[in-house]
Nanobody, 123 residues
Framework: QVQLVESGGGLVQAGGSLRLSCAASGRFFSINAMGWYRQAPGKQRELVAAITSGNTTNYANSVKGRFTISRDNAKNTVYLQMNSLKPEDTAVYYC?????????????????WGQGTQVTVSS
């Protein structure tokens, strides 16, 4: 019904930058909050950044001042601009979206995840 397609991951040196994109496609009424999570080997998945439909943002302390989350509602896309990358940022990054889909009579709130994209920061 709804798919989240991520792109932009890759290998970068410490201090470099990457821009992740996540586009929602399929049949849905609207997108509420969107966010980026990451998971490193042996660690739990953690919230990196989130953005509401009203463009209120929330960041993990470890990325404040370095990462910027934004969204383009016309393209149903959320972005994560990552600057001053550090080796500890290495992880698989997952896009998340809270979406209102079409129900039988009314819309239904559902959560979707992207497939994940690898970000590797070398030192």
């Amino acid at each position: 019904q709804v798919q989240l397609v991520e792109s932009g991951g890759g290998l970068v040196q410490a201090g470099g930058s990457l821009r992740l994109s996540c586009a929602a496609s399929g049949r849905f009424f609207s997108i509420n909050a969107m966010g980026w999570y990451r998971q490193a080997p042996g660690k739990q998945r953690e919230l990196v950044a989130a953005i509401t439909s009203g463009n209120t943002t929330n960041y993990a302390n470890s990325v404040k001042g370095r990462f910027t989350i934004s969204r383009d509602n016309a393209k149903n896309t959320v972005y994560l601009q990552m600057n001053s990358l550090k080796p500890e940022d290495t992880a698989v990054y997952y896009c998340n979206a809270d979406i209102l889909t079409y129900g039988t009579l009314l819309t239904r709130r559902e959560e979707y995840w992207g497939q994940g994209t690898q970000v590797t920061v070398s030192s």
